[in-house]
């Protein structure tokens, strides 16, 4: 009967590690062993695995926290059986109280993570494919209510995932699918000794609390909860999987990368559906703040409704941890860093002839071409950020400097001067690219061009022209 029981876990284990390729003949494994009997049949199971049907090189590894009294039977009991089964150990004593000081974080969080950080450097120490973890699926059943109880969505409930990458390192639990009380029976039968934890028996702690009084109320009005939220967690992390993929197609079809912004036109937004919309909102979020975590509900929402309404007006929305989302001309972006206080500047070019003008405070170069006899015929804007004078008629030196407040300029087919603002405004110049458009001006201080959106009435080139200067504006690093 005990070989059964052994058997059926074995099997269970086999079949998921098969679904969701969690090995492969050869592979090494980290086993996180902390003693209890959950930690300790993985421990066990894998062994047998390793033995009877699929090499595996497996790596012991135990934390004492150093809390409680029992800590030092419980590294020498998981000592001894790793080396009861010829398996490499190793151990981390770990000073969590003065991490707990020094980071401001609680017990549980503090020791998650001084626990983790051991285990991928064990991992990285034996060059490990990944490491096993012991959580099971009452563990995941408390998982998904707690998410609940906080407030989630579909990826919250998918609960923890049977596989996972974290740091470049695949994180596994074979266990995922089967419960507690058969771990439990399973090492009471083979006699497999495990340590008992005092402290997850008080209620202190949230997940304890909700082990002990919420999931037993529960248990009240179905008698099965523990299994439909395991079901709840299964069906939404195939659905949760299903849903990245297409957000992930619509990144790549939608959003563009220009100058470290992630940015998509309104229009193309709109026409997904809303689901997708959030998903779309939240995976650019999430390779913006790398490890912060910007993507809730309420900034996601917030960004969306912005998208949504019917108005042509910029907006700019702060999402915290140095994050901006902005709205220009039916363009959304989002940008990684608060944008920049244009710096005030002002440079003249004394002589046609001269060198290059560099204007590092928007990172480019000012360049005049003399164009004569043959060279004329060339004479054929390509590009808004390149114009064409008379060189008889220019005034020099010239000035390059930014905007200014009251800035106007005498445009091409219109009686008068226009104020700048209103040319970028007409033009639908973004706001946030304004600051980076110089003012080209001659020696009387009128406004010759605005590079990328109008040229003035002044030294235009005619028939009669004999000299043509190319003005252009490039990257600092060339055209």
């Given amino acids: 009967m005990e ?36 930690s300790v ?14 090499p595996l090189q497996l790596v012991c590894a ?39 000081e020094e980071s401001g ?26 490491i096993a973890l ?20 579909p990826s919250g409930l998918s609960g923890m995932k049977i596989k996972r990458f974290q740091n470049n390192m695949k994180l596994i639990r074979p266990f995922l699918r089967i419960n507690k009380m058969d771990l439990v029976k399973l090492c009471d039968e083979r006699g497999y000794s495990y340590a008992v934890d005092g402290s997850n028996m008080t209620t202190k702690y949230r997940r304890n609390a909700v082990r002990l009084e919420v999931l037993p109320f529960l248990e009240q009005y179905n008698g099965q909860i523990s299994n439909s939220l395991n079901q709840l967690a299964e069906v939404s992390g195939e ?30 937004f709109l026409g997904l559906h809303v689901a997708l919309q959030r998903r779309l909102i939240k995976l650019i979020l999430n390779y913006l703040s790398a490890d912060q975590e910007n993507s809730d509900f309420i900034k996601i929402e917030a960004v969306r409704q912005g998208v949504l309404r019917d108005n042509r007006s910029n907006w700019r929305l702060d999402l915290g941890g140095g994050l901006t989302c902005i709205r220009e001309y039916g363009k959304i972006s989002f940008t990684p860093k608060p944008p920049a206080v244009q710096k005030g500047y002002i440079y003249q070019l004394y002589s046609p002839d001269g060198p290059d003008l560099v204007l590092p405070e928007i990172g480019k170069t000012l360049r005049i071409t003399r164009m004569d006899g043959e060279g004329m015929r060339d004479a054929i804007k390509r590009s808004s950020f390149e114009a064409f004078f008379d060189a008889n008629q220019l005034a020099f030196p010239l000035t390059v400097r930014c905007r200014e407040p009251g800035d106007k300029m005498k445009v091409m087919g219109l009686n008068g001067s226009k104020k700048v603002k209103d040319i970028l405004i007409d033009e639908k110049v973004p706001p946030s690219v304004r600051p980076n458009i110089p003012i080209v001006c001659d020696a009387l201080g009128s406004i010759l061009w605005i590079p990328g959106v109008r040229r003035s009435i002044h030294a235009a080139v005619g028939r009669h022209t004999s000299c043509i200067l190319r003005i252009q504006l490039v990257n600092a690093e060339g055209v």
């Fill in 3 to 38: 070989q059964d029981h052994l058997k059926s876990i074995i099997e269970r284990v086999e079949d998921a590690a098969c679904e969701k390729q969690l090995w492969a003949a050869g592979d090494v494994i980290v086993v996180a062993v902390s003693g209890g009997p959950d």
């Fill in 134 to 153: 012991a959580h099971h699926a009452d563990d995941q059943a408390e998982t998904v209510l707690m998410r609940l109880l906080r407030g989630t969505g």
């Fill in 62 to 100: 135990h934390v004492h926290h150093g809390f409680r009294q029992e800590s030092d039977e419980e590294a020498l009991m998981v000592q001894r059986l790793a080396e009861s089964l010829g398996i490499a150990v190793e151990t981390a004593y770990i000073d969590v109280p003065a991490y707990m």
């Fill in 239 to 268: 659905e949760d999987d299903f849903m990245e993929l297409a957000a992930e197609n619509a990144y790549r079809s939608c959003v563009q990368e220009i100058d470290g912004r992630l940015v998509f036109d309104a229009p193309s």
């Fill in 105 to 130: 974080k609680g017990v549980q969080e503090a020791a998650r993570d001084k626990r983790y950080e051991f285990l991928f450097k064990t991992a990285a120490k034996y060059g490990a494919s990944s």
């Fill in 41 to 54: 049949a993985l421990l066990h199971v894998l062994h047998e695995i390793s033995s009877h049907s699929t």
